[in-house]
């Protein structure tokens, strides 16, 4: 597993949970798989993987709510995660509006209607 981009060592009991959350997920076990990684997280919370692990899988089910509070909650770890701000960027615009994502991030629009 990756902590800012680099492998890390971690405990055992630590990757049988991740192991157990992909497991979970290759069944559709969609609520089992959350749940184990989020034991990794509550285990190591500065372990990159399983934020990225379940912002994908909201996004992939349109829960944007839990896309933006994990996305957000990795970017206290990992405030340079790319992926991490690209899924956070998508949900806060498909749940909030546009303006909301340029808020967040301080920006303004530039073009003649903004």
Not at 9 to 21: K, M, R, S, Y
Not at 27 to 33: P, Q, T
Not at 73 to 87: A, Y
Request: with cysteine; aromatic share 8%.
């Amino acid at each position: 597993m990756r902590s800012n981009g680099v492998d890390k060592t971690v405990a055992p009991l630590i990757q049988a949970q991740f192991g157990l959350a992909h497991g979970w997920l290759r069944k559709g076990r969609i609520d089992l798989a959350v749940s184990h990684f989020e034991r990794v997280l509550t285990l190591d919370p500065a372990l990159e993987d399983p934020y990225l692990e379940l912002s994908r899988l909201f996004t992939a089910q349109r829960r944007w709510a839990e896309t933006i509070e994990i996305c957000e909650r990795g970017l206290v770890h990992f405030p340079n995660q790319s992926e991490l701000h690209k899924l956070l960027i998508g949900a806060i615009g498909l749940l909030n509006g546009h303006e909301t994502v340029l808020e967040r991030y301080g920006l303004r629009r530039q073009d003649p209607d903004g």
